[in-house]
Structures are given as structure tokens and as C-alpha cells.
């Protein structure tokens, strides 16, 4: 299938981070060309009063906790974990998991996300079926803990490379492995599932330094800091994600540059658990860390949307630092797309010739995004979910016209496995 998308404002975010008035010809499920085309092709989309820009890249979240969204509120971390959120897992169906999923990824698709990183621990094999079915593009794994009472490490890691196995020749999903965190899991779990990682040539995801109380266990226990323990065992390296990665200090922040590992900041789940460590993104980025952004779960953020995330990262970074200037637009938007892109391990991030065909089209004539003196403050300050008008996923419009294909059965699913729910 082809699609041209017709007299366009194209944010690129390519090497140059052009900013381009035309076209954009998308041929099966990549870019074949940006500029000026005079093509015949099987639908044509007209963009004028549209800006097309590369969807985000969401590299942490648990999508199928959409079914606890607004459970287990006003509770710090790890209260809420182990009294709320720990136990209703334990009684999730695979039918929940599945339909949870298809609802998050509704709201990925209608907030201008196209790919994302999830960590989960029950019924995996659900949530990639259903995001492939709905059509979003994923790295998705079967999260391991062997540290709380039923879990054994040679069992996890069974699973989670059987998943992996099974997962290995999908198109929009791919496998990683992930181990849940330093507090969770054993250091031999830890080091067999980076080795199993390396072998088969996958990403490493993992929670790390999310709480103040984490930190001083493992300090305690290693007579490490949590990336000191972790780099001491192999696991930090340009293959590796560490989600949140907050309560950290300088020698850490230039562990993590100096592997090339990336860092998933997730700042509004972050307020809203009052961990207290602000992610320091600036030290990251300028000590060669691949710095990008995820919303963490609905149950803990209570949304998906990463324009929010965006203007929050931004916004905590300016008041940690005392100043104004301390990150461009330019660079909170590369953490949201191309940075993103590099973490996860897929070709897409920015829209150029050769990329995969991930595309948002936003309404650029919205009273909140006029006028135009700065096209990327627009984007990260000014932009949210109502201006997404259209979303291509993998060469296909997944969302026209504000439209998502059986997004009413999706929602009125939801709302009745979870009427009488806990």
C-alpha cells in the first residue's frame, strides 16, 4: 500500500532537524520520500493546516494497567505496590490484560504515540497480541522478580526467553528482557538475564533507583549505589534501559554516560508517587547518556501522554536547575522521538527517506498552536492530545479524522470486566 500525505509542515527531526513545507510519500511500511511528490498512489491525505511529525516514542510504561487506573490512589511507592497494586495483579485474567491493553493503546494512538517499551509480569503473550492487533509498534518483554515469596529465578527466566522465542519474528513487536529491579531480583537473575539478553542480541529493561528507600537497601546490602552494583555485574551498556533513575549521584549519572546506556525519565508518575529524586536529564544527556521519556503506567500516572511528559520534563528541569534555558524544546522533543528510537532499537524517530512510516498529524490551526514563532515550543509546551488528527503506524492509518476503528466496543469492554472490579 502507498499513501502520500499532501502539502505537509514536516517536523523531520533529521540530522539537520529541518522543519519542511511538502510532501511525504510512504511506500508499504517506510518513507520513500520527503519534499516535493507527484506520485499516484492508493490514498492520498491532504495536510495543509497539518504538521506531520514523527510519533513519540514512549520507552516506559505498563499498558495494560489501564484497568487500575485511578486505584490505589494517595499512597507512596511502595505501599502502593505491595498493598494495592501487587495483589490486584495477582487476580488479573488474560481477558483483562488483553482488552486493558487495547485501551491503553487507543490512548497512546490519540495522544501521538506510536511506539512504546512496556514491562509487564502476567499474561505478556495478551498484551503483544493485542498491540499488534490494534497496530501499534512495541518492544514488549515478561518482566522477572524472584525476591518476593512464589518466584524462582530459573522459572522466570524460563519464561521470559520462551516469550522472547515466541516473539522473535513479529514485525511490530519485538521482544526484550527485563528484570523488574535491583530490590526484586537476585543478583544471579540479574546477571543470567543480561547474559540471555546479550546472546540473543536484545534489549535489557529494568526499573533502577525510583525511590530514596531503594537506594539505601541496596546500598546496605551491595556497599554499592544501585548503578555502581549494576555496572560491577555487567548489566550497564548501550543495550540496557533503566527506567525513572532519579535518586542518583554524579559517579553514577557518568556510569551511564560512559556505557551509552539509556534512561527512561518518567517525571509525572514520579510527582504523583512523591518519590522525591528529579531526574537529572541535563547531567545525563551531557555526560553522553541516551536520555529519553516514558509515562510509567496509567495506574501511577493516571495517563499515557507523552505531550504532557514532554512539558513536565522540561518544565522540573528548569526549576531544579534555576534555569530558563537549561533545555531546548529541540532536545525534550529528540528525547521524545529519536532518542527514543535508539533506546528501543527500531528505525524510526524522525521522518526521512529509508525510516519506518511512523507518522502523526497534528491540527496546527488550534487556537493552542497559534501562531508559529516557535514551531518546537509549540510542540512541547503548547501541543496536546485534541490536536492529533491522524496516525500512521507501520505504512497504515491506525487513527483518520480522530477516528480509531472499534474504539467504542474497546471502551464499553473495559468498563464492564472492571464494573465490579476489586
Known amino acids: 500500500m502507498s499513501i502520500l500525505i499532501k502539502n505537509a509542515t514536516i517536523v523531520t527531526q533529521n540530522e539537520k532537524r529541518e522543519i519542511l513545507e511538502g510532501d511525504i510519500l510512504i511506500q508499504g511500511n517506510e518513507i520513500a520520500e520527503v519534499g516535493k511528490v507527484d506520485e499516484k498512489t492508493d490514498s492520498v491525505i491532504d495536510a495543509s493546516g497539518k504538521m506531520a511529525i514523527p510519533g513519540f516514542v514512549n520507552t516506559h510504561t505498563h499498558i495494560s494497567m489501564t484497568v487500575f487506573r485511578g486505584y490505589g490512589e494517595g499512597l507512596p511507592l511502595h505501599d502502593w505496590l505491595n498493598k494495592k497494586i501487587w495483589p490486584a495483579e495477582a487476580k488479573l485474567t488474560a481477558e483483562e490484560v488483553y482488552w486493558g491493553t487495547l485501551l491503553g493503546a487507543c490512548e497512546m494512538i490519540r495522544s501521538g504515540t506510536t511506539c512504546y517499551s512496556d514491562m509487564y509480569i502476567v499474561h505478556t503473550d495478551e498484551i503483544a497480541k493485542a498491540t499488534e492487533k490494534i497496530g501499534l509498534r512495541a518492544l514488549i518483554p515478561r518482566a522477572m522478580f524472584d525476591l518476593l515469596p512464589g518466584r524462582d529465578a530459573k522459572k522466570e527466566l524460563k519464561e521470559a526467553v520462551e516469550f522472547a522465542e515466541r516473539w522473535n519474528k513479529h514485525h511490530l513487536v519485538k521482544p526484550c528482557i527485563s528484570a523488574h529491579a535491583p530490590f526484586t531480583c537476585s543478583e544471579e537473575l540479574l546477571v543470567k538475564a543480561k547474559e540471555e539478553a546479550n546472546r540473543k542480541n536484545l534489549k535489557f529493561h529494568m526499573h533502577v533507583s525510583e525511590t530514596r528507600k531503594e537506594v539505601f537497601d541496596i546500598l546496605k546490602e551491595k556497599k554499592k549505589r544501585p548503578f555502581e552494583y549494576l555496572n560491577s555485574i555487567g548489566l550497564v551498556d548501550e543495550h540496557s534501559l533503566f527506567a525513572h533513575a532519579g535518586w542518583v ?47 510509567d503506567g496509567a495506574a501511577s500516572n493516571n495517563s499515557l501522554d507523552m505531550f504532557e511528559t514532554m512539558k513536565m520534563a522540561s518544565l522540573l528541569q528548569k526549576h531544579h536547575y534555576w534555569k530558563a534555558n537549561i533545555l531546548s524544546a529541540q532536545k525534550i522533543f529528540d528525547f ?43 510542540l512541547v509546551y503548547s501541543a496536546n492530545p485534541s490536536n492529533v488528527a491522524d496516525v500512521i503506524i507501520n505504512g497504515k492509518i491506525v487513527m483518520e479524522n480522530k477516528k480509531i476503528e472499534n474504539e467504542g466496543k474497546i471502551i464499553e469492554k473495559v468498563k464492564e470486566l472492571t464494573r465490579n472490579y476489586l
Do not use: W
Not at 337 to 346: E, M, P, R, Y
Not at 357 to 369: R, Y
Open 336 to 378: 521524545a522521538t529519536i532518542n527514543g528510537a535508539k533506546a528501543l532499537g527500531f528505525n524510526n524517530g524522525s521522518i526521512e527517506k529509508g525510516k519506518l512510516a511512523d507518522i502523526v498529524l497534528l491540527d496546527k490551526n488550534a487556537p493552542n498552536m497559534v501562531p508559529f514563532h516557535d514551531v518546537l515550543a509549540n
Open 249 to 295: 549521584t554524579k559517579r553514577e549519572i557518568g556510569i551511564v554516560g560512559k556505557n551509552k546506556a539509556s534512561i527512561s525519565s518518567c517525571p509525572v508518575s514520579n510527582l504523583k508517587l512523591a518519590t522525591g529524586g528529579i531526574c537529572q536529564l541535563t547531567e545525563y544527556d551531557e555526560l553522553g547518556a541516551n536520555v529519553t521519556l516514558g509515562t
